[in-house]
Nanobody, 123 residues
Framework: QVQLVESGGGLVQPGGSLRLSCAAS????????VGWFRRAPGKAREGVAC????????YYADSAKGRFTISKDNAKNTVYLQIDNLKPEDTGVYYC????????????????WGQGTQVTVSS
């Protein structure tokens, strides 16, 4: 059974940082592209970042460039999303997803999705 489990969310003040984790079981993330999406309150889910199977291949939404960093640790079968200088508009539920490539991820046609982790940015 394939599971993606997100963790690392929480309540943080504006300007703070978080590192979200997406740990996989049942699949090897090194064989997949892995993306992060978020759903802000009252808004549609949006993709924020994706990391491909090949080393060094990453994509970011315009809203994520400069503050978000996606990385993969194949030994731990985990993908991370580092978010710096958090802003209230970053509030939402963050989901990770795994698929054949980042194009499939961006089309939201991924094979696997996690349940999400809540990020709340507030003073």
């Amino acid at each position: 059974q394939v599971q993606l489990v997100e963790s690392g969310g929480g309540l943080v003040q504006p300007g703070g940082s978080l590192r979200l984790s997406c740990a996989a079981s049942g699949i090897t993330l090194g064989n997949y592209a892995v993306g992060w999406f978020r759903r802000a309150p009252g808004k549609a889910r949006e993709g924020v970042a994706c990391i491909g199977m090949s080393v060094g291949i990453t994509y970011y939404a315009d809203s994520a460039k400069g503050r978000f960093t996606i990385s993969k640790d194949n030994a731990k079968n985990t993908v991370y999303l580092q978010i710096d200088n958090l802003k209230p508009e970053d509030t939402g539920v963050y989901y990770c997803t795994a698929a054949l490539n980042c194009r499939v991820v961006s089309d939201e046609r991924s094979d696997y999705w996690g349940q999400g982790t809540q990020v709340t940015v507030s003073s």
